[in-house]
């Protein structure tokens, strides 16, 4: 199954000489790509603006087709996972004027076990309610989302990601917009996923990587990935 975390299950990720690109541009924005990441690790995505790591992310989600190689997500062919892997865009990626609660908005992570047209359970209610106190955005919850800050919308966004409940996490620019005090929240969720086992990758600014959930630093330059310092 794509779930479990038995030690002899094949890795979260495996990447073989992977390039991605987009339809249109001939050149590829990365190529060469290998990696392995075994379950439970959690590393950090860094580099400049541009340099691809949103482009990386997607590709694991299973958003955008391979130009070369080949990449298993835990243990299945890219895109055979939704249950288990969650995506946490950027920011900008998200039309904040779309018509929503905060609470409604936050249930959307459930529609990959829902379906769009089936309705959150009792259960489902209380854990989506839970994740909110949690990122305090109790108060908010009645609330569209373009009433929020920035840094309330993205609390938002890793709250809907956590009600995913996935074994795999891609975190695009998690800390965007949160201030000083939201960050430590912030920092001790994603501590606690590490902490229950869950593989974390996570793309971020140089000021991030010195957070110590990180196992591991990768670094995207002129279109190739390289691992920074010892882990
Ligand atoms: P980062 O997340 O590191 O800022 P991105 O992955 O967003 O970098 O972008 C990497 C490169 O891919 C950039 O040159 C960007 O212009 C290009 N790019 C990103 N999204 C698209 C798209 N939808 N269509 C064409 N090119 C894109």
Redesign the pocket.
């Known amino acids: 199954t794509c779930g479990g975390h038995h030690a002899h299950e094949s890795p979260a990720l495996v990447f073989q000489n992977v390039a991605l690109g987009?339809p249109g541009?001939d050149s590829s924005?990365l190529s060469g790509l290998n990696l392995t990441l075994d379950r439970g690790r959690s590393i950090a995505l860094l580099?400049d603006?541009?340099?691809?790591?949103?482009?990386l992310l997607k590709s694991i989600a299973g958003l955008l087709r391979l130009r070369q190689g080949k990449i298993s997500v835990l243990g299945h062919a890219v895109g055979q996972c939704h249950h288990q892997v969650a995506y946490l865009p950027q920011h900008r990626d998200i039309d904040w004027d779309f018509p929503i609660s905060v609470q409604r908005f936050v249930l959307t992570g459930l529609y990959i076990h829902l379906g769009w047209f089936r309705r959150p359970g009792r259960v489902q209610r209380k854990a989506a309610a839970e994740i909110l106190d949690r990122l305090t955005l109790t108060s908010l919850a009645e609330r569209r989302i373009n009433e929020l800050s920035g840094g309330q919308q993205q609390r938002l966004l890793l709250a809907r990601t956590l009600l995913h409940g996935a074994d795999l996490l891609l975190l695009d620019e998690p800390f965007n917009a949160v201030d000083a005090e939201n960050r430590a929240l912030v920092r001790g969720v994603l501590r606690g996923l590490k902490a229950e086992g869950k593989t974390l990758v996570t793309?971020t600014h140089e000021l991030d990587f010195g957070e110590d959930f990180f196992d591991a630093r990768f670094r995207?330059t002129d279109g190739s990935l390289t691992e920074e310092g010892a882990p």
């Open positions: 987009y541009a924005v580099g603006n541009g340099s691809g790591k949103s482009t793309a995207l």
